[in-house]
């Protein structure tokens, strides 16, 4: 059943396609309230990890929260790929308009307080 994916899609892709496989055969929530319970339990999962201090748990448990998102992506019929990459786009635009605030007040970027980060980066979502 899942042999059928391509082998050189994105990890994420990768995960959409996965879910959206066994979703064909009924292995799936049957409706999105679960996907959102699925989503809270590993990121409850993942905190505790984090509070152990776990390195292995942490990469473990946020894998299966990546996995959850991908999912309720999937759910919502969303290219989770294309979301994100829609986020990259608009992160680097942002972050880049932090680069030109420190820049023009004549400071290196990391002599920027958070807060004036923080304020850069709220005009740059305008």
Same mark, same amino acid.
């Not at 002599?111 to 005009?123: F, S």
């Given at each position: 059943?899942?042999? !059928? ?6 990890? %994420? ?12 055969? !009924? ?11 699925? %989503?809270?339990?590993? %990121? ?6 984090? $509070? !152990?201090?776990? /390195? ?10 990546? &996995? ?5 992506? $999937?759910? %919502? ?14 992160? $680097?635009?942002? &972050? ?10 004549? /400071? ?19």
């Amino acid at each position: 059943m899942l042999d !059928g994916i391509a082998p050189n899609l994105s990890d %994420l892709a990768t995960a959409q396609q996965l879910t959206k496989h066994a979703a064909r055969v !009924g292995f799936n929530w049957p409706d999105i309230a679960q996907v959102w319970g699925k %989503l809270q339990e590993e %990121l409850t999962e993942l905190e505790a990890e984090i $509070r !152990g201090g776990n /390195r292995s748990g942490i990469a473990a448990e946020l894998g299966d929260v990546l &996995f959850a998102v991908v999912n309720l992506a $999937r759910w %919502l019929d969303v290219d989770a790929e294309g979301a994100l990459r829609a986020t990259n786009a608009k992160f $680097r635009y942002r &972050f880049s308009a932090i680069e030109q605030g420190a820049r023009a007040s004549g /400071r290196p970027l990391a002599a920027l307080r958070l807060d004036e980060m923080e304020l850069l980066w709220v005009q740059a979502k305008r």
